[in-house]
């Protein structure tokens, strides 16, 4: 089992930065892929930016060159720094893990990106 908290959401006018953070605890040796997804109102979720255990990583194409996927080397921490923020980036975002076949997600955090 792995638990996820994600935190750093919030409001921030377009052109801004933030930094999501989320927090693995749990089964967390056999963590293979991270990820970020979001879900804005009305639409599905989707892939936002993945890294795998082998350091590699994939973006959607409305976030490539503004957000950058990163965790840290004991595999219990994702980040997702995020720049140049758009209106169409507000979206309330979830963090995701994969262990074998299981796929866990976070509660999500909110971010509002006003223009």
Not at 20 to 46: D, N, V
């Amino acid at each position: 089992q792995v638990q996820l908290v994600e935190s750093g959401g919030g409001l921030v006018q377009a052109g801004g930065s933030l930094t999501l953070s989320c927090a693995a605890s749990g089964t967390i040796f056999s963590i293979k892929t991270m990820g970020w997804y979001r879900q804005a109102p009305g639409k599905q979720r989707e892939s936002v930016a993945r890294i795998f255990s082998v350091g590699s990583t994939n973006y959607a194409d409305s976030v490539k060159g503004r957000f950058t996927i990163s965790r840290d080397n004991a595999g219990n921490m994702v980040y997702l720094q995020m720049n140049s923020l758009k209106p169409e980036d507000t979206a309330v975002y979830y963090c995701n893990v994969f262990v074998g076949a299981s796929s866990y997600w976070g509660q999500g955090t909110q971010v509002t990106v006003s223009s």
